[in-house]
């Protein structure tokens, strides 16, 4: 395309526009012409526009300072039209509204306390240098009891105390089949999903599902998350897990909350405790931890020489139930919109 025509295209869409324009006789004509002319995507003006990069070189600038001149030509065009139309009755004038009233709250949705708890429970881990993975809820007997040194004939592995699928159609009676799956009973499992898939060391925290058929009551429920968490590298040490607890306590439920641990006993750490804060004037226990078993090193391919790290798993309804007082876990899943608002 050479300037001339370029020119001439520019001047006779200025008329087509401005004449269009001052014809509408009303805000909704003057609208279609809008598009049409001004269309962001597929407007004359855009169309035109398009054209310019068929010009040479040299009518580029020339080319390009004509089609602005052109486009604020039009638009002053089209402003001109809308005042002579007037606002078209988008003013709110007299009676029905009262603009300077305060407005109605709206009912929005929000996100759920557990929603919330886990951001909460994965900002301040992040903080101290831990990154979130995931893992699946559906789990074979590898992850969720084998690798964790929890053995064959431990009761952990009961039927009764777990959720076994059937596997195509058919329920898998015996527990320690490999082909059973189940629904994770722990979010320990990701501790082995993470070291089977990555070289230490690993820093990292999991919040999660997990199911066991336990009847509800106010402190039970038979789906519950849990936070996961393991540190793993050449030297980690029970005092070093003391402090991520203690530091994770006090960012989550205030400077006064005090921690202690008391031995327990976990398959898959050695030695383990059970961890308990100082809470509302009681010790409450949150969860389990330990020095990870080297037996659990070993099924995931580390070297317990080599490695060593400590494991926690924290219930996070308690938490949130700590921190905001709730003392039924069923309130949390009864979906009652008055109980939910608060939060
Ligand atoms: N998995 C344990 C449970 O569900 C909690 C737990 C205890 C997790 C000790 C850990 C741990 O990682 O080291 O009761």
Not at 290 to 300: F, Q, R, S
Not at 316 to 322: F, H, P, S
């Amino acid at each position: 395309m050479d300037l001339q025509a370029f020119l001439t295209a520019l001047d006779e869409l200025t008329k087509q526009a401005s004449g269009d324009f001052a014809a509408a006789g009303d805000s909704e004509a003057l609208e279609a012409a809008r598009v049409q002319y001004l269309g962001a995507r597929s407007g004359r003006l855009k169309d035109v526009q398009k054209q310019m990069g068929a010009l040479p070189k040299e009518a580029k600038r020339e080319g390009g300072m004509s089609f602005n001149a052109c486009k604020t030509k039009v638009q002053a065009a089209l402003e001109e039209a809308t005042e002579r139309l007037g606002s078209g009755g988008a003013t709110v004038s007299d009676s029905a509204i009262d603009p300077t009233l305060p407005g109605t709250k709206l009912h929005i949705g929000r996100t759920h306390p557990i929603t919330q708890t886990i951001e909460h429970l994965k900002d301040i881990m992040g903080r101290l240098g831990f990154s979130v993975v995931e893992g699946p809820e559906v789990e074979d007997t590898w992850h969720n009891f084998i690798a964790l040194n929890i053995p064959e004939d431990h009761p952990a592995r009961d039927p009764l105390d777990n959720f076994y699928l059937t596997v195509a159609g058919k329920a898998v009676v015996d527990a320690s089949a490999s082909e059973a799956r189940l629904l994770r009973s722990q979010t320990s499992t990701v501790q082995i999903r993470v070291m089977e898939n990555t070289p230490p060391p690993v820093r990292i925290i999991s919040l999660g599902r997990v199911y066991r058929p336990d009847p509800p009551d106010a402190t039970h429920f038979p789906m519950f998350h849990q936070m996961e968490g393991l540190w793993i590298d050449t030297s980690v040490n029970m005092a070093q897990l003391k402090s991520v607890l203690r530091l994770f306590a006090t960012s989550y439920l205030g400077s006064d909350v005090s921690i202690r641990f008391r031995p327990s006993f976990f398959p898959f750490t050695e030695p383990s405790v059970e961890a308990d804060f100082y809470w509302n004037g009681s010790w409450v226990e949150f969860g389990g931890a330990g020095m990870v078993d080297p037996n659990v090193l070993k099924a995931v391919g580390y070297d317990p020489e080599e490695v060593t790290g400590f494991a926690f798993g924290l219930g996070v309804e308690r938490l949130c139930m700590g921190r905001h007082n709730v003392t039924d876990i069923r309130d949390l899943y009864r979906n009652d919109l008055r109980f939910l608002h608060q939060f």
